[in-house]
């Protein structure tokens, strides 16, 4: 079984930038398309972002040209580069694994001036 553990979220100012990390367990992170997903308050989660285990990527509309998500198969870890950053981003962001149907605990993501 993989554990996923976010982390990098906070407050930044609209325009701001944050670097989320999510570092999975277990031996076999490479072979495993991973995801980026985010809730705000009243919404459904959505897809934020995704990388296959080849590397290939995929972007919600209304983040692409300012999020990148990459992953590091030595650290077992992917992450999720967000710049530009809009209050209509404030969400709790959660890495996913979905294949397995694993998720992580969230962190939190707060823009606002």
């Known amino acids: 079984q993989v554990q996923l553990v976010e982390s990098g979220g906070g407050l930044v100012q609209p325009g701001g930038s944050l670097r989320l990390s999510c570092a999975a367990s277990?031996?076999?992170?490479?072979?495993?398309?991973m995801g980026w997903y985010r809730q705000a308050p009243g919404q459904q989660r959505e897809l934020v972002a995704a990388?296959?285990?080849?590397?290939?990527?995929n972007y919600a509309d209304s983040v692409k040209g300012r999020f990148t998500i990459s992953r590091d198969n030595v650290k077992n870890t992917v992450y999720l580069q967000m710049n530009s950053l809009k209050p209509e981003d404030t969400a709790v962001y959660y890495c996913?694994?979905?294949?397995?149907?694993?998720w992580g605990q969230g962190t939190q993501v707060t823009i606002s001036s």
């Open positions: 277990g031996s076999m992170f490479s072979i495993y398309d």
């Open positions: 996913s694994v979905s294949a397995l149907g694993c």
């Open positions: 990388i296959t285990s080849g590397g290939s990527t």
